[in-house]
């Protein structure tokens, strides 16, 4: 068995041989991805594109709205949050369509 340091020694040596990457499970997935999109890719860009154009048009209904109705009306302030919604939701749409995923269907 040896001494206390040579079993904790040892159980350091045997994690490291041991890692979750040493798994043969992990050995089966390819780790160099495609560089194609795929439709759901594809769509999630296009998607990302409307939103965008959708929060310039509500910075035009804002700016509009508050010179109109003035800048406490609930109608700007409703505006003005569809800016926010519709920016971040084009954001994450955009990252979404133009990152490099993996394939992770099962094959």
């Not at 999109?37 to 154009?53: D, G, P």
């Not at 910075?59 to 609930?74: F, I, K, N, R």
């Not at 920016?87 to 955009?94: K, P, T, Y």
């Amino acid at each position: 068995m040896g001494t206390a340091s040579e079993r904790r020694h040892r159980s350091l040596d045997d994690s490291t041989k041991c890692g979750i990457l040493a798994h043969p499970v992990f050995e089966q997935i390819p780790y160099i991805m495609s560089n194609s999109q795929r439709t759901s890719q594809k769509i999630a860009f296009a998607v990302a594109i409307l939103c965008y154009m959708a929060a310039v048009g509500c910075m035009a209904a804002t700016a509009y709205y508050a010179s109109q109705l003035g800048s406490e009306s609930p109608i700007v302030a409703a505006f003005s949050a569809s800016i926010v919604f519709f920016a971040g939701a084009g954001i994450v749409l955009h990252v979404i369509g133009k990152s490099d995923l993996p394939d992770l269907r099962i094959k």
